[in-house]
């Protein structure tokens, strides 16, 4: 059998290095071709036998990060199956993993730059002239308002790479002062709780740990729908594990579990101390991990003994009897974690909620060892790796911009003047929000993500991007609820399209891989923003900046002595090759000449990253919802994932017709049957939700998983966000979505609009 090789790349011309084979026989007539792992996916072709050739990539929905097996014609991906071999899911996959490349054939995707003229109209423009009118835009914009009059807001959906250069040329390279990433919607809470409590963003687990629990408990987690592989490794758990949800809602995960404390919205915070408080009176304390590795205890117990279990359990509408068999299954458990996501993160009190769990964690010994931990699950495919390398409201690698011992280091790993280097931090996401409002920014650039539909408060947002003197909005789809108000849509590749790397949730970096040719002229985000460094003036300061894997290599570089520390990662080659590495794993790790072990927790020594090395235990006062329930508007809306089958604002999930197929694709609302008995509302009415900042029309769903004087809606649908109020946990200013007071209306046929 004869075979060969041709390099199908065209991205911006460049030349890229042709691949290597493995031939690996798989019966007497046949020969599988596999990539080597770190060709990434480059094509190839063959003569007279039908050979399969096939790669594995990591999916790019969300931070589970599992493993597919994409399957190969002439170099391009024409199928995929859940690679059964890699660590994360084990050969399964939810409904978007089998979809991700039915979702980058849509007649949606950008494949011009799109330049909006003086009618308005979005017109076709080459990709030299969109160098040209971005520089020339932004550079107006800073001449006529000041050098921090243009900021950015990027993504977890891209790669580490790509963020990474992005952030690089955008804080050192165009003096962009302003800067954060949709992250904040997401795990800014869990960041500030890990750095507060355990002196940097360092979640501890692996997803071994689902496995290994005898009990687990979710606080605001419904990994049935969100995180599905999650929910199978649970069901994989051989030990008959306790299963403890702490949710208003009776999601799927509640239904699942053996105890569900069904407790009233924004209770959580005052519910997890008074669990604190019985944990510590029943003596479930591990005193001598307390003691010689905590910080805070006595100050801890002070506070919490303010939380009586039964005022606290009549408050949240809860069974004293059925908390304090909560405590004692956290108590008496040999290997207990604790899970949370956007029900914790996205609150006015989220960070000390987490802390709150953290605390649990900490004073009974629950951490660093298999089956425990204080275990945040992160949403987006890539958002640890915005939080480690986006440049935001962190300097490169997660270090700080104040520290000057850390923009030389930074400096000396990127190769570039330390003066370049801002000793200032970033606004946070609603702080440029707001300064749109006053006029401090008036230049935006939207790196995949579309605010106009995800941000708190919706309409509001929308009438400041037309604010703007200039929107430059960088994109798979021009048809996102942002791009309708770009000045500049710069058409990019999705996954499958580029190559780098994603962090998933347990700190695995796992690699994406181009197996596909983007549409039209549509350019990998890291091409584009190479092709604005040269336009900008400053190429030359990015001149190592050549590739994904070689930007990998200054990242290892910038990396050393960092908690996340991944000098001693070998190239893409490795990645590959064990199924994805956790970080940390250094050049001294790697010292040994062994390869990294899959499945690595933190802190299972007791030291922490403080630099006396002991975990902090932090508390606070509880704070009153800020717009509860009243007289005018007397229902709680909640809001959160609907089904598997969507994802964030369907941007994405909506181009799969079979993804379309499993989920309603006009908004719902569920309601309790006795709220809907008491407006004469059936089900499958259209009823409209009105909040004090606007409505939304959505049929009415019964059903007991919400209880009286509540309402659930999927934050998936655009008009979801029209009814949030805009309100952020003061420590990691991450918007609050889980709560706001609504009224209920019925809407006859005639009467809707």
Known sequence: MSISIKDNRNDAGKTFQLPTLLQRRTGPMTRELVLRPGDHGLGMTHDSMAADTTTTATCGFCATGCGLRLHLK???????????????????????????????????????????????????????????????????????????????????????????????????????????????????????????????????????????????????????????????????????????????????????????????????????????????????????????????????????????????????????????????????????????????????????????????????????????????????????????????????????????????????????????????????????????????????????????????????????????????????????????????????AGWGEKEGTFINSERRYGLLKKVRHAPGQALADFQIFRGIAHRWGVGEMFAEWTSPEAVFQIMQRASRGQPSDISGIEGYEQIDRCGGIQWPWSADHASGGFEPEQQRRLFADGRFFHEDRRARLIVDDVSPMPEPAGEDYPIVLLTGRGTVSQWHTQTRTRQSPLLRSLYPNQPYVEMHPRDAAELDVEHGDLVRVRSRRGHADATACLTHSVQPGQVFMPMHYECTNQLTLSHFDPHSGQPSYKDCAVRIEPVLTSDHD
Not at 189 to 210: I, L
């Open 74 to 492: 002439d170099g391009e991906a024409i199928g995929l199956t859940p690679e059964t071999a890699y660590p994360v899911n084990l050969g399964m996959a939810c409904p978007k993993g089998w979809e991700a490349l039915r979702v980058l054939d849509s007649p949606e995707r950008a494949t011009l730059p799109l330049l909006r003229d003086e009618t308005g109209k979005l017109s076709p423009i080459e990709w030299d002239d969109a160098f040209s009118k971005f520089c020339d835009g932004m550079k107006q914009v800073q001449s006529e308002h000041g050098p921090e009059s243009i900021a950015f807001l990027s993504t977890g959906q891209i790669a580490c790479e790509e963020m990474a250069f992005l952030g690089a040329l955008a804080r050192f390279g165009m003096d962009i002062r302003h800067c954060d990433g949709n992250t904040r919607q997401c795990m800014a809470t869990a960041v500030t709780a890990y750095k507060e409590s355990f002196g940097f963003d360092s979640p501890p687990y692996t997803y071994d740990d689902f496995e290994q629990s005898d009990c687990l408990v979710f606080i605001g987690a419904n990994p049935c729908v969100g995180h599905p592989i999650m929910w199978e490794r649970v069901l994989r758990n051989p030990h008959n594990p306790e299963i403890i949800v702490i949710d208003p809602r009776r999601t799927e995960t509640a239904a699942a579990a053996t105890q569900h404390l069904q407790l009233r919205p924004k209770n959580d915070l005052a519910l997890l101390y008074a669990i604190t408080n019985e944990l510590i009176l029943r003596d479930f304390v591990e005193h001598d991990f307390v003691q010689n590795h905590t910080q805070g205890f006595e100050e801890l117990r002070q506070h919490v003994s303010q939380y009586d279990l039964a005022t606290v359990c009549e408050e949240a509408g809860l069974a004293v009897e059925d908390v304090s068999a909560a405590v004692e299954a956290i108590g008496r458990g040999r290997a207990v974690s604790l899970w949370w996501t956007m029900g914790v993160n996205q609150s006015y009190q989220g960070t000390r909620t987490a802390q709150a769990i953290i605390n649990i964690a900490l004073i009974t010994g629950n951490i660093g060892r298999p089956g425990t931990g204080a275990n945040s699950i992160t949403g987006q495919c890539n958002a640890m790796g915005s939080r480690l390398w986006s440049n935001t409201t962190n300097l490169f690698g997660h270090h700080s911009f104040t520290e000057e011992s850390d923009r030389r280091k930074v400096a000396e790993a990127l190769n570039i003047p330390v003066e370049k280097i801002p000793s200032t931090t970033s606004w946070k996401y609603d702080r440029i929000i707001e300064g749109i409002r006053n006029g401090e920014i008036k230049g935006l650039w939207v790196v995949a993500t579309n605010p106009a539909h995800s941000w708190i408060d919706q309409g509001d947002v929308r009438e400041l991007f037309d604010q703007l003197d200039f929107l430059v909005v960088q994109d798979m789809y021009k048809t996102t609820e942002t791009c309708s108000h770009a000045d500049l849509i710069l058409p990019s």
